[in-house]
């Protein structure tokens, strides 16, 4: 016997095509449900892989530094003798010593021997005030191997303007973030005034304009060689204050941080560690997100359950008489549960086909979102995981929605009903 | 007396009702129907003339006392045992014939035999086609049944009842919403099936023009035996 020769799924269908109007309101539901999931979390996760993404591309998978300056324990709570007893040290000042990282180029000769790692970069930074005529405004000056922190950062390809090689060959260059160059009002081949807290002034030529995607980084930071860097805070040529790291495997991130804090003795930060707070909020972004969809799935439920009392009510009769002539509870529970799967099946098949439509749709339409991060397309993360996560979802909350109706018209009394005409 | 086996009997048959006060429906009832005959239940409304119908349809489980159907002590079956009972050996007419109006008429009488499933879709058709021919219907066959008079569907519902060849055919009023015409007519195809086919019918009516007709009157009265 085919499928559609069971008298269950032929009753079923019959009761639902009986019933064209509210079973395409139930479908819809669903439709919707599974739709707005799929467009929804494929927005929210497209857009946190590109900040990710931006941000990996930004911060070092490893970023090794001098954690100078940091609370210290009192030199007084050190000594034996006084252990246990009361001790109040007030207004301790931090220990004067500079953030240096100590034998750095052994340091970078060690890591670049290590299989984990991909590339090394020193790196020194500093606080700077950037002045063009009367034009001013303070950023960061980010001291680097040029060639090194390309590498890791893949600095040339976010360039807009100018080579990244010209930092090296240009013995004053500077490469400025896109959101600097403009409110300086800085074009290529412009000279700029870099300032230093330590009272350095550089007259530098703008060789570059670059664009990480990262508002907040683009509007401060400025590309310099080290040498220029160590100029400007006025100290020797082996001074550096972080080392970072390019991992050939970024999950190992926090593994290795650990090791290197250990081996080197200076403290080790992982990306993940980095964007902690990020990733916080990123947690509480998609509980909202599945908690919005999960409550939408669980009204067109109801509207699945609403739709089948009605069916039930009016088909009273017809299961008595299925029941009197040999039908058992079971089947009847079968009749319903394929009518809100059916509902379930097709709405959800709908839904998903409407969702990545609007996916493909919204993906298209040229936005150039300017905020946190900044893109010229909104992007969609269409990981076959949200659709079939939204299908199993959908199927569950229609079958839960129609088995406790199935259940009660198979609890129906045949004899109340036919005795009751 | 040839011995002819009993179809159904009963030994002291109990009902009570508990909503909304206690009352014996049935008190000890002892009945029982022979193969190939047809029986009439009558008696005053309340008499308890249908609900022994229903208890001896296995529909209603909720009473005392043993009941024999062909053989088996219905009693000791479960309720898929039963349902699957009234599939195969008890054809139902009821006052209210409670075709599926979304369904022709000839998958309406086929309904049963699907759940059976002993045969082909192909076979099923070809017999409730013979069922409905027996039943002067079968140009009704692939109209919708809500489209039929109230006496075709009454004739139709019959042909549903026959379809498993059922060991008895039971029936509640089955005249009950028919004008006399028509009551004649399916009065003459049960009796018809009984001398043709030896079809075991037990009928509850009020109609005694009907019961008159049969082979053999039981009286309910206060839910007891008067006579049979």
């Known amino acids: 016997m085919s499928i559609l020769q069971s008298p269950i799924i032929k009753i079923s269908l019959r009761h639902l095509f009986a019933k064209k109007r509210q079973t395409i309101v139930a479908m819809l539901g669903v439709m919707f449900g599974i739709a707005v999931f799929i467009f929804q979390a494929g927005l929210m996760s497209g857009f946190q892989m590109t900040f990710i993404e931006q941000t990996v591309n930004t911060t070092a998978n490893i970023r090794l530094y001098n954690e100078a300056n940091k609370n210290r324990p009192s030199i007084l709570s050190q000594i034996d003798s006084l ?37 090394v970069s020193p790196f020194l930074g500093s606080q700077a005030i950037f002045k063009m005529g009367i034009a001013q405004m303070s950023g960061r000056v980010s001291g680097v191997d040029i060639v090194k922190e390309n590498i890791l950062f893949n600095v040339q390809k976010n ?51 670059n664009r990480s995607g990262i508002t907040e980084v683009d509007k401060t930071r400025a590309y310099i060689n080290l040498r220029n860097a160590q100029k400007l805070l006025r100290v020797d040529g082996s001074y550096i204050t972080d080392i970072n790291i390019k991992l050939k495997d970024i999950n190992v991130a926090g593994d290795l941080a650990e090791d290197y804090n250990e081996k080197f003795g200076y403290k080790a930060l992982d990306w993940r560690e980095a964007n902690a707070n990020i990733f916080g909020i990123f947690k509480i972004q998609n509980m909202i997100t599945y908690l919005v969809i999960i409550s939408i799935l669980i009204v067109s439920g109801f509207g699945i359950f609403n739709i089948l009392m009605m069916i039930i009510y009016e088909k009273m009769p017809d299961i008595a008489i299925l029941k009197a002539v040999g039908y058992k509870d079971r089947d009847i529970v079968k009749i319903f549960l394929t009518e809100s799967l059916l509902i379930g099946i097709v709405g959800g098949l709908l839904g998903l086909l409407l969702g990545f439509t609007m996916q493909q749709v919204v993906g298209s339409i040229k936005m150039d979102v300017k905020g946190f991060v900044s893109m010229e397309y909104l992007r969609f993360n269409s990981s076959p995981l949200f659709f079939i996560f939204a299908y199993v979802f959908a199927l569950i909350v229609t079958a839960i929605a129609g088995y406790i109706p199935a259940r009660k018209a198979s609890k129906i009394d045949a004899i109340d009903i036919i005795r009751s005409k | ?37 047809f029986a009439a239940i009558v008696g005053a409304s309340g008499s308890g003339k249908s609900t022994l119908l229903y208890v001896l349809s296995t529909l209603d489980t909720d009473y005392t006392g043993n009941i024999y159907f062909d053989g088996d002590n219905l009693s000791l079956q479960s309720k898929d045992q039963l349902a699957a009972i009234r599939n195969e050996k008890i054809g139902f007419v009821f006052q209210f014939h409670y075709l599926l109006p979304e369904f022709t008429v000839l998958e309406n009488v086929a309904m049963p035999a699907i759940k059976l499933g002993r045969y082909s879709q192909e076979q099923i058709d070809d017999l409730a086609m013979e069922k409905l021919k027996m039943l002067g219907l079968e140009d009704q066959a692939y109209k919708r049944a809500n489209k039929l008079s109230g006496g075709q569907q009454q004739r139709v519902a019959i042909a549903r009842a026959l379809i498993n060849d059922p060991k008895i055919i039971m029936g509640d009023e089955p005249t009950g919403n028919l004008d006399s015409k028509n009551s004649e007519i399916v009065f003459d195809i049960l009796k018809e099936l009984k001398e043709k086919y030896n079809q075991s019918i037990l009928i509850v009516t009020h109609d005694m023009n009907f019961a008159n007709k049969t082979d053999r009157i039981i009286t309910l009265r206060d839910g007891e035996v008067q006579n049979q």
């Open chain 2, 1 to 37: 007396m040839t011995t002819v086996k009993n179809i159904i009997e009963t030994k002291n048959l109990n009902k009570f009702f508990h909503d909304p006060v206690e009352f014996q429906a049935l008190k000890g009832v002892n009945v029982s129907v022979k193969q190939g005959e």
């Open chain 1, 83 to 119: 252990k246990g007893r009361l001790l109040f040290v007030r207004n301790q000042k931090p220990k004067d010593e500079q953030p240096k990282i100590r034998n750095g180029k052994q340091i970078i000769d060690i890591l670049e021997k290590d299989k984990n790692v991909s590339g």
């Open chain 1, 159 to 209: 360039n807009t303007h100018g080579n990244i090689l010209k930092l090296q060959t240009i013995p004053n260059g500077i490469i400025l973030g896109e959101g600097l160059a403009d409110m300086l009002g800085a074009k290529m081949g412009d000279n700029i005034n870099v300032i230093s807290p330590a009272g350095v002034t550089l007259e530098m030529k703008v060789v570059g304009i």
